[in-house]
């Protein structure tokens, strides 16, 4: 099977935060929430406090003032379907599996446009913002992986991040996405 992660690898950019930013100008009520997500960004990333999730748990806190999410989220994937790249339309296959650190409620609809065989991504409450479990991230993404499909084997993996390591060592192949160029995995 051929694994891919979603941000910035078969999509160009960061599709929570354009979902973000595109939420930010049709419903002004979540920007009350921006100073408490950049205490968040701030403590987690330059600070070095706390974990990814926590911080992803105060940004996601916008979530509830969507109203109709589900009708939201659609509609964004109908205007950002076009940033899916290319190398991946040409090469998809029913058996892909996706594995994001975005939210699944979230990547179920374009996954479903896709024909993605399986979407692993954050479980994140769409009514709350809170995560079930932990982000979708690094070693999470490889107990995901076998918690779903326990004896996956990947044929290639495709990536933008060296924090996907933990799966590209699993991989036959692996390859680093770097906008539309495609790299072979540098030497682990």
């Known amino acids: 099977m051929n694994c891919y992660d979603f941000d910035n690898t078969i999509y160009r950019g960061d599709s929570s935060i354009h979902f973000y930013t595109y939420c930010l100008v049709r419903y002004p009520k979540i920007w009350r929430h921006l100073p408490a997500q950049l205490c ?3 403590r987690y990333y330059l600070l070095h406090k ?3 999730t926590e911080m992803k748990d105060v940004f996601y806190r916008y979530l509830p003032d969507i109203p109709d999410l589900d009708r939201v989220v659609q509609r964004f994937w109908d205007k950002r379907f076009g940033h899916i790249k290319p190398f991946y339309l040409e090469q998809k296959q029913a058996d ?3 594995i994001s650190a975005s939210p699944e409620f979230f990547l179920a609809p374009v996954c479903k446009r896709l024909g993605v065989g399986l979407l692993l991504g954050s479980r994140v409450d769409a009514g709350t913002g809170l995560h079930d479990g932990l982000n979708c991230h690094g070693e999470e993404k490889v107990r995901r992986l076998f918690e ?6 990947i044929t290639t993996f495709y990536s933008d991040s060296l924090s996907d390591s933990p799966l590209a ?3 036959e192949k692996a390859y680093l996405v770097k906008g539309d160029r495609v790299y072979d995995w540098p030497a682990m």
């Open 40 to 42: 968040a960004f701030v």
């Open 50 to 52: 706390g974990n990814k």
């Open 96 to 98: 892909d599996v996706i």
């Open 148 to 153: 779903s499909l326990p004896q996956a084997a």
């Open 169 to 171: 060592r699993l991989a």
